[in-house]
Structures are given as structure tokens and as C-alpha cells.
């Protein structure tokens, strides 16, 4: 499974509807609303990166009110355990 990281800019007054549309796509996981100079951070997660395209570039694009968006590609997922078992805790 691929991870995508989307930071969404959005007319703030969308925030809410692009959320909610956002959450709605097929691929698309979770959607958090953020402080800072982001508004949402989307959280996609597919199969295949062609299907990124298609979610990212396609999808996204029909959701009025947003802005820009910068995509992060995930290349390799670390978490607590991980750490702790790397070091024999």
C-alpha cells in the first residue's frame, strides 16, 4: 500500500465542504484540519502510483474552494514499535 500525504490550501470560508468532499473519494483515508499554513492535510492511501495521479490530480481537482495542494509520497512508515524493537526494549 502507498501513503500520500496531501497539504490542501483552501478558501477558508470551504474549509468544512472541501474537507467533508475530500473524505468522500475513494483512496482517501482520513482528512485532519490543521493550524499553520495549511488548512487540511489529506491522508491517501492506494495500491498503486498511478492511482495517486488519478486521486491527487483528477479527484482533487473537482472539489471546489481549493486553493493549491503540495503532495508528500511516503517512502518507508516508522512508529513506536519499530523503534523500541530495533533497540531490544
Do not use: N
Not at 17 to 34: F, K, N, Q
Amino acid at each position: 500500500m502507498i501513503t500520500t500525504i496531501v497539504l490542501i490550501k483552501c478558501d477558508p470560508k470551504a474549509i468544512p465542504h472541501c474537507a467533508t468532499r475530500l473524505a468522500g473519494i475513494d483512496g482517501v483515508s482520513e482528512v485532519y484540519s490543521v493550524s499553520g499554513e495549511w488548512d487540511l492535510v489529506a491522508i491517501v492511501r492506494v495500491p498503486e502510483y498511478e492511482r495517486i495521479a488519478q486521486v491527487v490530480t483528477e479527484e482533487f481537482a473537482k472539489v471546489p474552494g481549493i486553493d493549491r495542494t503540495q503532495t508528500l509520497t511516503a517512502f518507508r512508515a516508522y512508529s513506536k514499535r519499530d523503534v523500541e524493537s530495533a533497540f531490544g526494549e
